[in-house]
């Protein structure tokens, strides 16, 4: 059995060995896409370091003292939760965006490979094994997802740290 894939005339075989490199190319791009997305993650903690860093020295240089402001929840101001509510916001959702929470597979495994030999025709092997990068890019689309919500969320507090800072100061 045959088609037209392109311009040009393949066989079944090459149809499967199309699917199947296909397949496998997507798995590789979610595996960079998620590296830069855990990158971003990685540069968000940074913004809050260096954020929490620059303003607490500016804080300090002020002259003010934790006594200057009213306790509102468990003796501790609004201010100071203000800052420190997205602060730590940030650190845990940064971390939820760089660890991950599930399981992603970016490659096909060899043995699962080696256990296709079973098949007499080399196109159902290479079709087998495109449906298995497919499910696998499938599963992956969902923690990608989760990877850019805590991403989102991460970013969303290292903005509001800045007003909130200020607000401390002055």
């Known amino acids: 059995m045959a088609g037209v894939y392109g311009g040009y005339w393949l ?3 090459e ?22 997305l855990r990158s971003q993650a990685n540069f968000s903690m ?6 929490g860093t620059v303003f607490a020295s500016l804080f300090v240089a002020s002259g003010k003292v934790a006594s200057d402001f009213e306790a509102v929840a468990f003796g501790i101001p609004l201010e100071f939760l203000l800052v420190f ?3 730590l916001g940030t650190i845990v959702f940064s971390l939820r965006a760089f660890t991950g929470w599930g399981k992603a597979v970016f ?9 296709l030999s079973e098949y007499t025709e080399v196109s159902t092997a290479y079709t087998k094994a495109a449906e298995e990068a497919d499910k696998h890019f499938d599963d992956n689309e969902i923690l990608i997802k ?18 909130a800072w200020l607000n401390l100061i002055f």
Request: glycine share 4%; with cysteine; hydrophobic share 50%.
């Open 11 to 13: 066989t079944k075989l």
């Open 107 to 115: 490659d096909l495994n060899p043995a699962w490979l080696i256990e």
């Open 46 to 51: 940074g913004m809050t370091g260096l954020l």
């Open 15 to 36: 149809f499967a060995r199309v699917a199947f490199n296909t397949a496998l190319a997507q798995l590789h791009a979610q595996r960079d896409y998620t590296a830069s």
């Open 85 to 87: 509510g997205p602060f």
């Open 146 to 163: 989760d990877i850019r919500r805590n991403l989102w969320w991460a970013n969303c507090l290292v903005l509001f740290q800045a007003p």
